[in-house]
């Protein structure tokens, strides 16, 4: 990819939108695309992996597995966010696994390449602590909803977090929603039918309809 066309394709992502063209021109003239196929690992808890990663297109998830197999979803990302950041300011090591949920590609910067980028502008920088201020806000909620609430009480708080006027769509497999919830998919089915039948929300193919959001 010319580094014009990366430039134009990355311009729209919050992580650069405040970003000048001289700015973009520098990220897209030091980056590297690569490809992951579909259900591919990109990085595990056995491996390093330093530098900055922004997914440019398809969907890639943070997940750890327990000692008897049984995996958990951490973060799901789609594009344009950037992901193994404490990995990108530390020596490397991850403290999960990330796969592909599709076919995707990622910018890669190199890490000295990218310590030049932030110390010629600060505002790269922040711009990553704003990101991560929000991840930490994220994986707070998930700690308190996997040790604190019962599974309705689970799935609500995910769809409140992502409705759009009362409407979600879930860009992900109920398979791999319920590895975020921390719970099997038939379980998953099972309490989304007696949500719907409380009236809690509504579905509408793909989508979750939140009554009392829109109200």
Same mark, same amino acid.
């Given at each position: 990819?010319?580094?014009?066309d990366l430039k134009n394709e990355i311009r729209?992502?919050?992580?650069?939108?405040?970003?000048?063209?001289?700015?973009?021109?520098?990220?897209?003239?030091?980056?590297?695309?690569?490809?992951?196929?579909?259900?591919? &690992?990109?990085?595990?808890?056995?491996?390093?992996?330093?530098? &900055?990663?922004?997914?440019?297109?398809?969907?890639?998830?943070?997940?750890?597995?327990?000692?008897?197999?049984?995996?958990?979803?951490?973060?799901?990302?789609?594009?344009?966010e950037p992901f193994c950041l404490c990995s990108?300011?530390?020596?490397?090591?991850?403290?999960?696994?990330?796969?592909?949920?599709?076919?995707?590609?990622?910018?890669?910067?190199?890490?000295?390449?990218?310590?030049?980028?932030?110390?010629?502008?600060?505002?790269?920088?922040?711009?990553?602590?704003?990101?991560?201020?929000?991840?930490?806000?994220?994986?707070?909620?998930?700690?308190?909803?996997?040790? &604190?609430?019962?599974?309705?009480?689970?799935?609500?708080?995910?769809?409140?977090?992502?409705?759009?006027?009362?409407?979600?769509?879930?860009?992900?497999?109920?398979?791999?929603?319920?590895?975020?919830?921390?719970?099997?998919?038939?379980?998953?089915?099972?309490?989304?039918?007696?949500?719907?039948?409380?009236?809690?929300?509504?579905?509408?193919?793909?989508?979750?309809?939140?009554?009392?959001?829109?109200?």
């Amino acid at each position: 990819m010319q580094p014009i066309d990366l430039k134009n394709e990355i311009r729209a992502f919050p992580v650069f939108a405040r970003l000048d063209e001289t700015q973009l021109d520098r990220i897209a003239s030091h980056a590297e695309v690569l490809r992951f196929p579909k259900r591919s &690992l990109f990085f595990s808890e056995d491996n390093s992996a330093q530098g &900055l990663h922004v997914l440019l297109s398809g969907q890639v998830k943070l997940f750890r597995l327990a000692e008897d197999g049984k995996e958990q979803t951490i973060f799901v990302f789609g594009p344009g966010e950037p992901f193994c950041l404490c990995s990108t300011f530390s020596d490397g090591k991850l403290p999960a696994n990330l796969g592909a949920l599709e076919d995707s590609r990622v910018l890669f910067i190199r890490p000295k390449e990218y310590e030049r980028l932030v110390r010629e502008d600060p505002s790269i920088l922040l711009t990553m602590m704003r990101v991560m201020s929000r991840r930490l806000k994220d994986a707070m909620d998930m700690i308190d909803s996997l040790s &604190l609430k019962q599974v309705p009480s689970r799935l609500m708080a995910y769809f409140e977090s992502r409705h759009q006027n009362g409407r979600v769509t879930l860009d992900l497999s109920q398979r791999e929603l319920a590895k975020i919830i921390g719970i099997t998919p038939e379980a998953l089915s099972r309490t989304l039918r007696k949500m719907a039948d409380n009236g809690e929300i509504a579905m509408d193919g793909n989508d979750i309809l939140l009554p009392h959001a829109e109200a």
